[in-house]
């Protein structure tokens, strides 16, 4: 399916729907517009980005600890508690001892990164976080814009291209480069365009879960300055990708500790998307789709878990 069907197949639906329907009024027009509207996202392959988050998941040890315990159980609660006789009810419920820098994926807040105590748009990281209730200054992850829970996604399956066309992961330590996003956007037939949302597949995401070791290991592969340069340059808005940084590790650009994140957070206002499950989309051949990243509102924060999904045609 090319590029233009993509984008256009669901509008397309809609509108012929909605044309066909004006002999019976403007009401029912749109009624019917919206009908068509609602039917074609349903018949839209809804690809899953996400792991299941548990225990087991693998958590940096720059990050805090992941903590998941019921603390009522229907057993307890039965009856409120045994104190409503004949009352049937019961419930349960946890606490959770989480972060924004959790989830899979997750997603990192502008104001998650500085460079040299500055966040985006020259803002005094020291002033930003002076207080204990949240980053300031509109850079927690409240503020990820609306237009972005929607957008154009684009996966750039570099592990694949890099592979010739094998599932193969990439080797720990490969830095990804603008040349090998630009080939690999050339094998798949799509051009990344201003406002995008850009996942790079390194098939890293094979480890998540299973090899914890080797995920959060001294080497990972990933973008490096090059290849954020790159993406920076072309306007995008987000990135992604299947490891559990994102950019390439050892993440060092000489005297710089992770670069990327400074280069596209810090100095370019680009939101990062961390443990992204692209296997499915990969193996699928599916380049182009309307991403849905929406995360959670939490004022003040530094990042958020996201159920993050990707829409296609089904035909695609």
């Known amino acids: 399916m090319s590029e233009v069907s993509r984008r256009d197949f669901l509008a397309g639906a809609a509108s012929a729907a909605a044309a066909s329907s004006l002999a019976a009024g403007p009401a029912a027009a749109a009624e019917t517009g919206v009908e068509a509207f609602i039917s074609g996202l349903r018949g839209a392959r809804v690809f899953d980005l996400g792991f299941v988050w548990d225990s087991r998941s693998p958590v940096l040890s720059l990050n805090p600890p992941y903590a998941f315990a019921l603390n009522a159980t229907h057993r307890q609660t039965h009856e409120v508690f045994g104190s409503a006789p004949g009352s049937q009810v019961s419930w349960t419920s946890e606490i959770l001892y989480f972060s924004g820098q959790h989830g899979a994926p997750t997603i990192d807040a502008i104001g998650h990164i500085g460079r040299n105590l500055k966040l985006h748009g020259g803002v005094d990281a020291v002033a930003a976080t002076a207080r204990p209730d949240g980053i300031g200054n509109g850079l927690g992850i409240e503020t990820f814009p609306a237009d972005l829970l929607l957008s154009r996604g684009v996966l750039l399956d570099v592990a694949r291209v ?96 992770f670069p990327v994140h400074m280069l596209l957070i810090a100095d370019n206002g680009i939101y990062l998307v961390e443990n992204a499950n692209l296997e499915e989309l990969g193996a699928a051949g599916a380049h182009l789709f309307g991403l849905v990243v929406p995360p959670l509102r939490i004022r003040g924060a530094s990042g958020s878990p996201l159920r993050m999904l990707a829409l296609t045609p089904k035909t695609s």
């Open 162 to 257: 890099v592979a010739g066309g094998r599932p193969d992961p990439l080797p720990p330590g490969f830095a990804i480069t603008a040349k090998h996003l630009e080939d690999a956007a050339r094998a798949h037939g799509v051009q990344v365009q201003r406002g995008d949302s850009v996942l790079i597949r390194t098939g890293w995401g094979q480890y998540f879960g299973k090899d914890n070791a080797l995920y959060l290991g001294e080497k990972s592969p990933g973008p490096g300055v090059d290849g954020a340069g790159w993406l920076a340059s072309q306007g995008v808005r987000l990135t992604g990708a299947d490891t559990a940084t994102y950019e390439v590790r050892p993440a060092v650009h000489g005297a710089e500790l």
